[in-house]
């Protein structure tokens, strides 16, 4: 394998939060302050972020737009980030979006966090409990926290959770 970067080659996606663990004030600066450095075309910078922290308001907001499977798991994380965008083209706008994502990433990463982004829940419902304009849109949940048990997890979950990771070889992701 190519070196690669420890921040790189120890991000994951877990579902085992430790719902007891919080985010500082400070480490969620952190993350928004990451994101704000991302690029984006033109310097457009269409992300916009809402954060809930365990059991306020936002973050019970934000749980309720998810699927009741994935509020199961969810509801342990310190914080919930919706990642919207703002109008204009709205397909630069989301890769931008996910450049903000990736860099918010790392750096919890970067502090010991774990981030699991989300793509299936109500939008439309999200925007409306969280006030949002029309011409912002919600796309993504991220929800980020420290790492729980995932013997804590249902069955089916817990054998995803700790199975190995699997990456597509390089030569599979060339277009020929």
Do not use: C
């Not at 970067?110 to 439309?124: C, E, I, K, S």
């Not at 949002?132 to 995803?160: C, E, N, Q, T, Y």
């Amino acid at each position: 394998m190519a070196d690669l970067t420890p921040l790189l080659a120890f991000r994951w996606s877990p579902r085992a939060f430790d719902p007891s663990a919080e985010l500082t004030r400070d480490e969620a600066a952190s993350l928004l302050e990451a994101a704000r450095w991302a690029p984006s075309a033109e310097n457009g910078q269409p992300w916009r972020f809402a954060l809930g922290h365990r059991d306020d308001e936002t973050w019970k907001r934000i749980l309720t737009s998810l699927p009741g499977d994935d509020q199961g798991w969810v509801r342990h994380a310190a914080t919930l980030v919706v990642g919207a965008h703002t109008g204009g083209d709205a397909e630069r706008a989301a890769y931008d979006l996910g450049q903000a994502m990736a860099h918010l990433t790392l750096q919890a990463t970067a502090l010991g966090l774990h981030v699991r982004q989300l793509t299936h829940f109500d939008q439309v419902g999200l925007a409306t409990e969280l006030d949002l304009p029309g011409s912002i849109r919600p796309l993504v949940v991220a929800a980020v926290g420290r790492l729980g048990d995932p013997f804590a997890l249902p069955a089916d979950l817990r054998a995803r959770e700790t199975s190995l990771r699997h990456r597509r070889p390089v030569a599979d992701l060339l277009l020929r």
